[in-house]
């Protein structure tokens, strides 16, 4: 199984930027997609940003030109850089990887535990 850790989350003021890193570790064979999701209280988890093991990327209408999401493949990381940072971007985010299992080659995913983003007016 895969295991991720976050980091990178903070306050910060409107117009600002900040950077979210996670990195898997863990038992697998390789790393599919990998991802960004962020969840307001109240709301439904939604779709950041995702990027395929080949580069392929797709971001929420609501941070298209605002947030870059990249990967390391030879380190099974993935980074969020967030700019123009709004208020309305206030959430916990969480990253998330579709892997490989070993052996069976089947098709796992892992959550990471989530990082805060608070985005002040």
């Known amino acids: 199984q895969a295991q991720l850790v976050e980091s990178g989350g903070g306050l910060v003021q409107a117009g600002g930027s900040l950077r979210l890193s996670c990195g898997a570790s863990?038992?697998?064979?390789?790393?599919?997609?990998m991802g960004w999701y962020r969840q307001s209280p109240g709301q439904q988890r939604e779709l950041v940003a995702r990027?395929?093991?080949?580069?392929?990327?797709n971001y929420a209408d609501s941070v298209k030109g605002r947030f870059t999401i990249s990967r390391d493949n030879t380190k099974n990381t993935v980074d969020l850089q967030m700019n123009s940072l709004k208020p309305e971007d206030t959430a916990v985010y969480h990253c998330n990887v579709a892997y490989y299992q070993k052996i069976t080659l089947g098709l796992g995913a892992a959550w990471g535990q989530g990082t805060q983003v608070t985005v002040s007016s």
């Open positions: 990027i395929t093991s080949g580069g392929s990327t």
């Open positions: 863990g038992s697998f064979f390789s790393i599919n997609n």
